[in-house]
């Protein structure tokens, strides 16, 4: 159990690699546009990009990971550390990028890969934890690069990178060294021919369908908050600290959610109910940032909103993985395809707000008024799930094409 849950472990880390690299920037907008002498616009690039890229290679990583789990997830390792190391070649705007390129690039391999690590080195009553713990990894990296921008601040830039590069290394060495040990859950196919006729076969489900749209609205949201808050309280005279603070607390809510709710919330059957008030959080949330502000309101309105919106992945995650057996890669690479579009879609449409906070925050609003009618079609989807033991792998998606 000790080798299980070191991949399990291990995944987590290289996980938070990617988003402890993806977010480098985000609490240090205005910092890094003076230190690379280039304008927040281009700074907010080096973040957008990872879900511009997540929309193109989502799918085909998904079904990479089908086809050869370990030797791709590998890939995505390597890939992760070598964008973290490039960064350090040259202090300007050009080097940051190529290392963002190249992380991005590999985010894909890496974040559709938490599934199928549940599913391959645990046994299925466990699996609902061990998605949660991915989960978690992903959320914690998050939480790693804002506490770490905050504290180190804009000036110390140069030390911010040795320090991410060197995380992203040792994270890539561990999991490569656990991939070296085939895993004990369901027996996981290194050659599962998933082709056009499964991925349309996936997307025919429409549950598929309504969790897809959900993560468009609610990660997306969550997304466009993470990329341009330190530039939205800027115009309300927050200062950059007060900032990653407030981003720093949000995410640290959702990584505690994330990695302690959802097998409560599998067991007691409330899936429906913590994703309705995140929906409620997201609507309250934006209408009220949108009209007040002050440290202690921000943080009144962000953490909740932080801590249900990253509770929900790993609660869809898990509802994905009752029933997407050998096709699991693709299913999750659709699933955070959608989410990573809603982010790209949102981030981009905030960006054009920027100088407006208040439209910024009331679109917002907006988005979270849209998940509504998704949360009613909810109740059928949960109702299908529950006709299979959790962690059961249908393989029918698989077998097609």
Excluded at 166 to 171: G, S
Aim: glycine share 10%; charged share 10%; hydrophobic share 60%.
């Amino acid at each position: 159990m000790e080798r299980r849950w070191g991949a399990v472990a291990a995944y987590a880390l290289l996980a938070a690699s990617t988003q402890l690299l993806w977010l480098t920037y985000a609490p240090l907008t205005t910092a890094s546009a003076h230190h690379y002498r280039v304008s927040e616009t281009a700074i907010g690039w080096l973040a957008e990009l990872f879900p511009l890229l997540y929309v193109v290679l989502a799918i085909p990583a998904g079904r990479l990971l089908d086809r050869s789990f370990h030797r791709w997830l590998a890939v995505g390792a390597v890939l992760t550390a070598a964008g973290g190391v490039v960064r350090l070649a040259g202090d300007d705007y050009a080097w940051a990028l190529a290392g963002q390129v190249l992380v991005a690039i590999a985010q894909p391999l890496v974040l559709n890969a938490v599934t199928k690590v549940a599913a391959e080195y645990l046994p299925a009553s466990l699996r609902p934890h061990g998605i949660a713990v991915g989960s978690a990894g992903i959320f914690g990296g998050m939480l790693l690069s804002l506490v770490l921008g905050t504290a180190l601040g804009g000036k110390e830039i140069a030390t911010l990178l040795v320090i991410q590069a060197v995380f992203a290394v040792l994270a890539a060495l561990v999991l490569c060294s656990q991939l070296r040990r085939r895993g004990a859950g369901s027996p996981q196919k290194e050659a599962v021919a998933v082709g056009v006729a499964a991925l349309r076969a996936v997307w025919a489900d429409p549950g598929v369908r309504v969790m897809s749209g959900l993560l468009f609205l609610g990660f997306g949201a969550f997304i466009a908050l993470t990329t341009w808050l330190q530039a939205l309280l800027h115009h309300y005279h927050v200062s950059a600290n007060a900032a990653g603070s407030l981003l720093v607390g949000m995410v640290l809510a959702g990584a505690i959610g994330s990695a302690t709710l959802p097998p409560l919330l599998v067991r007691r059957r409330a899936e429906r109910s913590v994703i309705a008030a995140s929906i409620a959080a997201v609507v309250v949330g934006g209408i009220v940032l949108a009209f007040a502000h002050g440290i202690a309101i921000d943080a009144v309105v962000l953490v909740p909103m932080g801590f249900l919106l990253l509770t929900d992945l790993p609660v869809v995650l898990e509802l994905s993985e009752r029933g997407a057996g050998s096709a699991a890669g693709t299913v999750t690479a659709l699933l955070w395809l959608s989410g990573q579009l809603g982010g790209l879609v949102l981030a981009l449409a905030v960006q054009v707000l920027v100088h407006h906070p208040m439209a910024a925050f009331l679109l917002l609003a907006a988005v979270g008024a849209c998940a509504v009618p998704l949360l009613s079609r909810l109740g059928p989807v949960l109702a299908a799930s529950r006709h299979q033991p959790v962690g059961a792998a249908s393989e029918s998606m698989a077998a097609v094409g």
